[in-house]
């Protein structure tokens, strides 16, 4: 049962640069957030895991509170990390992020250095790595001061806990900002990593352009809107879905029947593409290049590899994107 890779691995998957970084990302990224838990099954996370790796997927990406409960992603990564990945530690990029709700008392949460540098010892006990590849300030705090919060990404770099530094969920302004404090620390930030999708498509709005302008990379996640930019809720909820399954995130409510309207018409542009919808919303996602990966969930193998083949068209003619445009309003 000792996992081996399989060697043709790095034979279809492409990769883009990272902003004006020397890293480079495969198109599609897999992200921890959900299926990885205590309360899920360990051997379909590893399954997942296996199967993003052998399909070029280099880049994995956690947080501290990725459970339920907290801490509980991290933990199973790292069984699983021990178990299979050690001798692939070099092909891996691996991320964690500390910004949200994590323990108790005031300095479980926002931005704090105590907080951040605190809490990336405990990502790194738990998965048990010397260092992640990116550690994030995983959203703004408005009310510690910016340099502070980057002083800490840039300290743990210096101290090799992390690699490379990024922010997630920054508006524009507060990017450049960002960007300005570490250039003149001399840790230029990696990666920003916002949601975007097509139904969510705030960062069209100035956040792309001071990205570029930064040379800063961006992983777009919930690329899917949690599964709504995908076939499975056209018909009805699924028992299996995360809609009915957790329901902290995504709220049957959530998904009216105008919001199931446009879907359909996006499924059916689709289907003339000759792609699923979730291979459309990832395509789409990726037909700007200012967009360095898009970071999937995934519940299922062959959701993953259903998401895969989207990469074998991500062009797009104007009559298509009008035709979408016109659908999203
Ligand atoms: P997605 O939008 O990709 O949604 C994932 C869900 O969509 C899956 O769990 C599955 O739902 C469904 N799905 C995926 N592929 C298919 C398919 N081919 N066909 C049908 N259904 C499909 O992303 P997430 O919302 O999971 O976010 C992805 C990652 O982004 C996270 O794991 C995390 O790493 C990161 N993230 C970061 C945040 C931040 O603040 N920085 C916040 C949120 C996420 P089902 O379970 O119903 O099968």
Redesign the pocket.
Known sequence: RPYKADDTRYNTMQYRRCGNSGILLPLI???????FGHTNDLETGRSLLRCAFDNGITHF???NN?GPPYGAAEENFGRIFKEDFQPYRDELLI?S?A??DMWPGPYGNFGSRKYLVASLDQSLKRMGLDYVDIF?H??PDPDTPLEETMGALHHLVQKGKALYAGI??YPADLTARAAKIMKDLGTPLLIH???Y?MLDRWVEDGLLGELEKQGMGA??????????????YLNGI?K???????GR??KESQITPELLKKVGALNNIAKNRGQ????M?IAWLLKDERIST???????K??????LEALKNIKFSESELKEIKSVLG
């Not at 062959?302 to 998401?307: A, G, I, K, T, V």
Request: no cysteine; hydrophobic share 35%.
């Open positions: 990224s897999l992200g921890l957030w959900h299926n990406d956690l947080a990725y991320s992020k910004g949200w994030y995983h959203r997630s969920q990593q916002p949601r999708n992983i777009a996640f919930s690329p899917l809107e949690q599964g709504i930019l995908t076939n499975k699924p299996d879905s995360r809609a009915t399954k957790d995130y995504l699923s919808l979730a291979q919303a898009v970071l999937v969930g995934v519940s299922k062959e959701q993953l590899l259903d998401n």
